[in-house]
């Protein structure tokens, strides 16, 4: 896996009004709506929603906030174009930073696919392989956020809180974290599945 990688654009100033003016125009565009409209459901003028998208003010966070409760998005939506720093992960087929998780009675390896953590947001994506238990014991988890499963070989039946799913390769599952979830059996030999989990931290 290659490790965390920053892709920075050459130093440059940015002026922030015109960058937040021109995700506001964007924003309205795409959701449909007259600058006169948009001026209306967010009760600002169109004299100044017209100032703000062409960068001609700096618009106070209550304004954004109106413009964005107005739009049904995040303030944030409107400074994505600012953010000069991504980190990206590439991994190749069959690669992936190799872990161990260990319980009491049992421990499993798995590999890392990829990771990120900005505030509030951490993610986390690996895949997963277990092998076959005679006494069907395989460890349960409890977490915050939602998980999304899919198996990449083999068979098994995975528990998602009271329910039993039976899982083939391509077939996937998604769910709150909150629901006691993990492998009920294996029914191959082994079964390996991608997992990816986002929560608020």
Do not use: W
């Not at 965390?4 to 015109?18: A, G, I, M, Q, W």
């Not at 690669?95 to 947001?121: C, M, V, W, Y």
Request: hydrophobic residues 35%.
């Amino acid at each position: 896996m290659d490790q965390h990688s920053s892709h920075d654009t050459p130093p440059e100033k940015v002026d922030l009004s015109v960058t937040v003016g021109h995700a506001v125009k964007r924003q309205r565009e795409i959701a449909h709506i007259s600058l006169r409209k948009l001026a209306e459901l967010s009760g600002i003028s169109s004299a100044m929603v017209s100032r703000i998208e062409n960068g001609q003010v700096s618009p106070s966070l209550t304004t954004l906030e109106s413009l964005a409760d107005a739009l049904s998005l995040s303030v944030i939506t409107f400074f994505a174009d600012s953010v000069q720093t991504a980190d990206v992960i590439h991994v190749k087929a069959g690669q992936g930073l190799p872990a161990t998780r260990s319980f009491a009675d049992h421990q499993h390896e798995f590999r890392i696919l990829g990771r990120h953590h900005k505030n509030p947001l951490e993610f986390e994506a690996a895949s997963v392989t277990h092998g076959r238990r005679k006494d069907d014991t395989y460890p349960k988890y409890i977490n915050r956020g939602y998980v999304f499963v899919t198996i990449t070989k083999g068979e098994c039946i995975y528990q998602c809180g009271d329910e039993e799913f039976p899982m083939a390769v391509g077939d996937s599952l998604s769910f709150d974290a909150e629901l006691l979830h993990g492998l009920k059996e294996v029914i191959t030999k082994s079964v390996t599945f991608s997992t990816i989990s986002a929560k608020i931290v």
